[in-house]
């Protein structure tokens, strides 16, 4: 691919050059050979490359359902259910067996469990969403500790063993990698802190390449706080360009990734609320000065926002054209009216799965920028962000 681009390139200058002057004639400067950057080679780039691009395709989105199962079992007592595994596989299993999900759904990200599991009549997970072209994807991070040293923040567990589990999981049939870290804005956060969770995401990403697996790159920056959207900005671009610092400096190949970033919004406690249009407009930003376009996808995760909201704010991100594909990789925004609907009773499948499907077919066409909140229910308006949320 890089010798075609690279005689591409050669042609297109000596024509430019060719008009007035033969080749002889031509200043020492414009002959010299014009390389491009190589994209390092690996076993899997080519695969890497290919997945990220399926993953980030029109009209298409990630559904995130990769709770631990501690966080898991809080979903499910909000509904009065107990935290077994048969109540779980019974959720996932309503979730991904949802007729025509793969329409709206390109990716789905799984918590292990769920990866090595299979439906009550025995069809594992991951058949049940490649036959839906949906790219089955895992959690690897092992989840937050406190950082010591730091300003009461966090740091994220998991690289030791990773490379093994990653190489477990792709012969398992993941084909994409999550890592979850978080920042604290009022926490500070701390120069130490955004070093080590950009530092952390890196590595992950490299080790995830290596073995086959796309890595979603998520440095959440957490909705906690009172802040205005200006300090979010601030915050957000320091994070992103120490991530990308970073991930250059592990020779993480940019084709190859996904971002999960948060949106640009005030602080949830922050007495003005701001509409779409501003977080768009913030949000994009911050994404023009610190994303390379070489990047194909950035998926949002929904933060705490209520259903509609991810979905109208999503929507007016892509009201033009962006150099990388903008959607959505949602858990809370995508589950919690499927949840609600269900109440895990068997007569309520189907209507909890024709609800997911409004959500997925929503973020759709939000992707597409053509969404609209008409008809919304009141329940999909609320919203559900907690102080200090852990997953
Ligand atoms: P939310 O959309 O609920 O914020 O999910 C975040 C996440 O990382 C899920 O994979």
């Known amino acids: 691919m890089a010798c075609a681009s690279f005689a591409k390139l050669n042609a297109a200058s000596s024509q430019w050059i060719g008009g007035h002057q033969s080749f002889s004639q031509r200043p020492r400067l414009a002959t010299r050979r014009v390389s491009l950057p190589a994209i390092r080679a690996g076993a899997y780039t080519d695969e890497l490359i290919k997945t990220a691009k399926t993953i980030a395709s029109p009209g298409r989105g990630i559904l995130a359902i990769d709770e631990s199962n501690a966080t898991c079992g809080r979903r499910l007592s909000s509904i009065g259910l107990d935290n077994t595994e048969p109540n779980r596989q019974a959720y996932r299993q309503l979730l991904l067996t949802t007729p025509g999900l793969g329409e709206y759904i390109s990716g789905a990200i799984l918590f292990e469990e769920t990866l090595y599991q299979s439906t009550t009549d025995s069809k594992k997970f991951v058949d049940v969403l490649c036959d839906q072209k949906i790219v089955p994807g895992i959690k690897v991070d092992k989840g937050l500790v406190p950082l010591p040293g730091s300003n009461n923040e966090s740091w994220c567990q998991g690289l030791d063993g990773l490379s093994s589990r990653s190489a477990e999981y792709y012969q398992q049939g993941a084909r994409f990698a999550k890592w979850r870290t978080v920042v604290s804005?009022?926490?500070?956060?701390?120069?130490?802190?955004?070093?080590?969770?950009?530092?952390?995401?890196?590595?992950?990403?490299?080790?995830?390449?290596?073995?086959?697996?796309?890595?979603?790159?998520?440095?959440?920056?957490?909705?906690?706080?009172?802040?205005?959207?200006?300090?979010?900005?601030?915050?957000?671009?320091?994070?992103?360009?120490?991530v990308f610092y970073y991930l250059a400096?592990?020779?993480?190949?940019f084709e190859g990734i996904l971002l999960k970033p948060s949106m640009v919004t005030p602080g949830a406690e922050h007495k003005e609320k701001a509409s779409p249009d501003t977080i768009a407009k913030y949000t994009l930003t911050m994404l023009r000065r610190r994303v390379?376009?070489?990047?194909?996808?950035?998926?949002?995760?929904?933060?705490?926002?209520?259903?509609?909201?991810?979905?109208?704010?999503?929507?007016?991100?892509?009201?033009?054209?962006?150099?990388?594909?903008?959607?959505?990789?949602?858990?809370?925004?995508?589950?919690?009216?499927?949840?609600?609907?269900w109440q895990g009773r068997p007569e309520n499948v189907e209507a909890a799965q024709k609800a997911l499907l409004v959500r997925a077919k929503a973020n759709s066409l939000a992707q597409l920028g053509k969404y609209s909140a008409e008809g919304e229910s009141e329940e999909a308006k609320k919203g559900m962000f907690v102080k200090g949320y852990t997953y």
């Open 292 to 341: 390379p376009p070489a990047v194909p996808g950035i998926m949002f995760l929904s933060g705490g926002q209520s259903e509609v909201e991810a979905t109208l704010n999503l929507n007016a991100m892509n009201q033009s054209p962006n150099p990388w594909h903008v959607s959505f990789s949602y858990a809370r925004a995508l589950q919690n009216t499927v949840l609600k609907t």
């Open 185 to 242: 804005i009022p926490c500070g956060p701390s120069a130490l802190a955004v070093k080590e969770a950009a530092w952390g995401l890196a590595r992950y990403a490299a080790i995830s390449q290596d073995n086959g697996l796309v890595p979603i790159v998520e440095p959440e920056i957490l909705l906690d706080g009172d802040h205005p959207i200006e300090r979010t900005l601030e915050v957000a671009e320091k994070v992103w360009a120490e």
């Open 249 to 253: 400096e592990n020779n993480v190949i």
